[in-house]
């Protein structure tokens, strides 16, 4: 019986080494390139294989599969056609796929096989994309990439203040989210252009949903008949910063994410049902795009959110839960991602429970969409003040009523 089943998986992964390497090869067909379906799938096999007999194998296997990718490229040269150095690449990675396979890391080949096909497919949507690139955008993007795998594997994992709160590790991973954050909306917002002010609130409240409504304020006072589709935008915005700051929690903390979807899915469902009646149709607007990105931004937003958990910390050591809400609804008008964050590393330090954790989060929403009527009322327009302030205070009421529930 144990041969049997031996033979089974072994059957199995000839099969799924087969698969993998015509799923790549079928791109590669596809794209009429020289090596297709037929050679990527003998290949996967041939890795299968070798791993199958022995890990010797695997490096002679390895050296035939780059002579044959050269041989290949050579034979595009004598034909007179140009050399494909991508489809090189994709066989010696249809070849460790295969390997992957024979060695029983079959999650690991699956995914390097969806990657790998991935990456073919989009070809000319990525040349397009870093074609649009300006030079400071590039610098902006190796500048997240020192940021994010430079600085933060190097930082300490463990608490160094005395009141065990401050893991810069954590703290660092938080800047380089948020960072990410701002700096993915700026390009998809640059390759997609200005298409209305909704597209405009609802990418730019991604990245920074004060600093957008601010965008927009300084646009109504030039142009007062926008005010329904500027008050369409600033609730969209209100809704990406609901989504955003859910997923910050579902990346660093599920349990606390499990339990903040209600409120803040329902936040952002009354701002989606408001915004679709409140103005449809938003004509073209220029925004001026700056790169969000650079190390000051950075180190600031650090630096602020390092301050937050401090004051939180603190409020809720020497004023309990009382305290520390106070502190999450004056952080949440300056940054709610910043305030949602500073509650996920306090629950996580084990200062906060799970319930006061969820309510500061709930708290720190609720106090950016209310900072915001504010900087409406900024730009003196009525009809943009009194669409705005119905639905932030829909968005606040469902809010409310969510976290009442939770608590029963």
């Keep these: 019986m144990t041969n049997d089943i031996q033979i089974y998986e072994n059957v199995f992964k000839i099969c799924l080494s087969i698969a993998l390497g015509m799923f790549i090869g079928m791109e590669r067909e596809w794209a009429q390139k020289g090596a297709g379906i037929r050679t990527f799938a003998l290949i996967s096999l041939c890795g299968a294989v070798f791993a199958f007999i022995g890990y ?9 599969v780059v002579i044959l990718s050269m041989f290949e490229s050579l034979w595009s040269l004598l034909k007179g056609r140009d050399v494909h150095l991508t489809t090189m690449v994709a066989i010696v990675l249809a070849y460790c796929t295969g390997v992957l396979v024979g060695l ?12 790998v096909t991935a990456l073919l497919a989009v070809k000319h949507e990525l040349h397009d994309f870093v074609g649009g690139m300006a030079a400071h955008d590039v610098k902006g993007a190796v500048k997240f990439g020192v940021l994010a795998f430079v600085i933060f594997p190097i930082l300490p994992n463990e608490y160094i203040d005395p009141w065990q709160i401050v893991n810069p590790r954590i703290i660092w991973l938080m800047v380089v989210l948020v960072s990410g954050f701002g700096f993915l909306n ?27 409504v601010g965008e927009l304020v300084s646009r109504v006072r030039s142009h007062p008949d926008l005010a329904l589709f500027t008050a369409t935008a600033v609730i969209l915005s209100n809704v990406a910063m609901c989504l955003r700051n859910f997923v910050i929690c579902a990346i660093f903390s599920w349990e606390l994410a499990s339990i ?36 000051t931004h950075a180190l600031t937003f650090g630096l602020i959110f390092l301050c937050m958990i401090f004051i939180s910390a ?10 520390f809400y106070i502190s999450e609804l004056i952080s949440g008008t ?17 200062k906060i429970d799970q319930t006061t954790a969820v309510l500061g989060i709930i708290l720190a929403n609720i106090s950016s969409v209310i900072a915001k009527i504010g900087l409406i009322g900024a730009a003196g327009n009525k009809t943009l003040t009194k669409y705005v302030t119905i639905g932030s205070v829909a968005t606040v009421i469902v809010a409310l ?8």
Aim: glycine share 10%.
């Design 56 to 64: 010797q194998l695997i490096f002679v296997g390895a050296i035939f």
């Design 314 to 323: 603190m409020a809720h050591m020497h004023f309990g839960g009382a305290g």
């Design 334 to 350: 300056i940054s709610s991602a910043s305030a949602t964050t500073s509650a996920i590393v306090l629950y996580q330090a084990g």
């Design 401 to 408: 009523v969510a976290a009442i529930v939770l608590l029963m």
């Design 186 to 212: 700026y390009l998809i917002m640059k390759k997609m252009g200005s298409h209305g002010i909704a597209y405009t609130g609802f990418f730019g409240g991604l990245a920074n949903s004060t600093a957008v």
């Design 260 to 295: 903040v979807l209600f409120p803040l899915l329902c936040m952002a469902l009354v701002g989606l049902f408001y915004s679709f009646f409140s103005g449809t149709g938003a004509p073209e607007v220029e925004v001026e795009l700056k790169s969000p990105f650079n190390i």
């Design 104 to 115: 029983e890391f079959t999650h690991f080949a699956v995914i390097l096989a969806i990657t």
